[in-house]
C-alpha cells in the first residue's frame, strides 16, 4: 500500500512538472529555466525566496493574500516570465484585494496592478484572445468612472477584443464596446457611419450566436441586444437618416431576413411608421417570424393608407398566427370589426364583432357596442314606412347596449323608441313580438318612448 502511495505521488510530480514545463513562456527574456519550466533569469537566488514567501501565504488562503502581494508584486516586476501560474493565482489574490480594499485609494491601486498583471501575461505568455477578455470584464467598471483620458483606451481594448474573438466574444464585452462607442460618438471621436458600423457588426454576431441555442440562451442573448439598442444615440434614429441607410441595403438585398429584421427593429425604435420602406421590411420579417402583434401593425399601416383589404387581409394573418390564443384572435377580430365598420360592411362588422366577443370575455362590452352603434347609424340605409317597425332598428340597438352594460347609450336608443301613439296607430301593443328589418333581420320587443 505504501509502494503504490508512493507511486501516485510520483506520477501526479511528473504530471505537474510536464504540465508546467508545457506552460514556460517563450519569450527571449525567459532564460535559466530549470527542469520544473521556472524561468530564473539572473534572480534566480532572490526570485525563489519571493516565490516561496508568495507561495506559502497564497496557500494559507484569503487571509493572507494581503501579505502574499508585495511578494507576487516583486515577482511580476523583476520575473515576468517565471510561471504561468503566478498569474492565475495572482489574478485571484488582486481581484480579493479589490473587493477587500478599506480605502478608494487602495482599491484603485489594486485595480490597477491586476489590470498591468493581464497586460503582463498576455506579453509573457500570450494567448491574448482570452486574457483581454478576462481584461474586459474587469476594465469598464475599473475605469469609466475616472478621467475622461481612459475613454480612448477603453474604446480601443474592447474593440482590440471583439477583433481577436469574434462570435466568442463575452456577452459583457460586446455590451461595453457598443457602450464606448456610444461615448466616443458623443465625444465626436468617431462619426455616424462608424458607429452604425459596430452596431451592425454587433448585432450580427448576437444574431449568429442565436442560432442553435436553446430557448434560455436565446432569451439571454435577447437581454442583451436591448440593451445595446438603448446605446444607439437618438439622432440616429432620425427617420430620414435610417430611411436612407438602410433603404438601399434593402434594395439591394430584398430576401435578405436579418437586414429587414435590423431595419425593422430600427424603424420601430425611430418610430419611423410612416417611413417608405417600413412596410417592405415589416413583411420579410414577417415571413420568417410569423407574429401577430407585427401583423397587426401592418394590417393598421394598411388600413391607415385606406389599403382595405390588404388590411383585412393582414388581420386574418394575425388570427391565424393566434391560434392558440383565443384573447388574443379576440382582439384581431374586434379590430377587424372596427374596419369593416368604417367600410360600411355592416354585417361584416357584426360578424366580426360577435366573434370578439365569443373568442374573450374582455370583449363583450365594446364588441356589443361597437354592435348598438352599427344598428343606430342604420337609420339613414334602413327604409320602412310603418314607423314602429322603423324605429325596431333602435329597439335591437337598445338590446345591443343592454348587453355591453353601456348605459348612456342606451339612453340614447332608447329615446329613439316609437312613441305609444306610433303603436297604437300601428295596431301594435307593447311587449309584441316585432321583426327587424332591414340588413339587421332578427326579433326584438316593441317598448315606448319615455
Not at 469598464?140 to 474593440?159: G, I, M, N, P, Q
Not at 437586414?259 to 417600413?278: E, R, S
Request: with cysteine.
Amino acid at each position: 500500500m505504501k509502494i503504490a502511495f508512493q507511486s501516485i505521488v510520483f506520477v501526479l510530480a511528473a504530471h505537474f512538472a510536464i504540465a508546467q514545463a508545457d506552460m514556460q513562456s517563450t519569450h527571449p527574456d525567459a532564460t535559466n529555466c530549470d527542469e520544473q519550466g521556472y524561468c530564473w533569469g539572473d534572480k534566480r537566488e532572490e526570485g525563489k525566496v519571493k516565490f516561496a514567501m508568495y507561495s506559502d501565504r497564497y496557500n494559507f488562503g484569503d487571509y493572507a493574500w494581503k501579505e502574499a502581494e508585495p511578494s507576487l508584486d516583486w515577482l511580476i516586476t523583476n520575473i515576468p516570465y517565471l510561471t504561468y501560474t503566478m498569474y492565475v493565482n495572482g489574478y485571484k489574490i488582486y481581484e480579493y484585494l479589490v473587493d477587500n480594499a478599506e480605502t478608494e485609494e487602495e482599491k484603485i491601486k489594486y485595480q490597477d496592478k491586476l489590470l498591468s498583471l493581464l497586460d503582463k501575461r498576455v506579453t509573457y505568455f500570450g494567448n491574448e484572445a482570452e486574457v483581454l477578455q478576462r481584461k474586459g470584464l474587469k476594465a469598464y467598471s475599473y475605469l469609466l468612472k475616472r478621467e475622461e483620458a481612459h475613454y480612448d483606451e477603453l474604446f480601443d481594448l474592447y474593440t482590440k477584443i471583439y477583433e481577436l474573438n469574434g462570435k466568442d466574444t463575452y456577452k459583457n464585452n460586446l455590451l461595453y464596446l457598443m457602450a464606448m462607442a456610444n461615448t466616443q460618438y458623443k465625444r465626436k471621436k468617431i462619426d455616424d457611419d462608424t458607429f452604425m458600423d459596430y452596431l451592425d457588426k454587433v448585432g450580427a454576431t448576437i444574431d449568429e450566436n442565436k442560432k442553435g441555442a436553446d430557448a434560455k440562451e436565446v432569451e439571454s442573448w435577447n437581454k442583451i441586444a436591448d440593451q445595446i439598442d438603448g446605446f444607439i444615440p437618438d439622432e440616429l434614429l432620425d427617420c430620414e437618416m435610417v430611411t436612407e441607410r438602410m433603404g438601399e441595403k434593402l434594395k439591394a438585398e430584398p430576401d435578405n431576413y436579418e437586414l429587414a429584421k435590423k431595419t425593422l427593429k430600427y424603424l420601430v425604435q425611430g418610430k419611423c411608421y410612416d417611413a417608405p420602406i417600413f412596410l417592405q421590411a415589416a413583411e420579410k420579417v414577417y415571413e420568417e417570424d410569423k407574429t401577430g402583434g407585427l401583423a397587426s401593425i401592418i394590417a393598421k399601416k394598411y388600413a391607415s393608407s385606406k389599403e382595405y383589404d390588404k388590411a383585412l387581409e393582414w388581420y386574418d394573418k394575425g388570427i391565424e398566427s393566434y391560434a392558440d390564443d383565443k384573447e388574443k384572435q379576440g382582439e384581431f377580430y374586434f379590430e377587424k370589426a372596427q374596419l369593416y365598420s368604417v367600410l360600411g360592411r355592416m354585417s361584416d362588422a357584426r360578424a366580426a364583432a360577435v366573434k370578439a366577443a365569443e373568442m374573450s370575455p374582455d370583449n363583450k362590452s365594446k364588441a356589443y357596442t361597437l354592435i348598438g352603434d352599427l344598428y343606430m347609424s342604420s337609420g339613414n340605409v334602413c327604409n320602412e314606412s310603418n314607423p314602429v317597425k322603423f324605429r325596431a332598428i333602435y329597439l335591437a340597438a337598445y338590446d345591443a347596449y343592454s348587453i355591453a352594460g353601456a348605459n348612456g347609450k342606451m339612453s340614447s336608443a332608447m329615446k329613439q323608441f316609437p312613441s305609444m301613439e306610433e303603436i297604437h296607430t300601428a295596431g301594435m301593443k307593447l311587449g309584441d313580438s316585432i321583426d327587424v328589418g332591414c340588413w339587421i333581420g332578427g326579433k326584438t320587443e316593441i317598448r315606448k318612448r319615455i
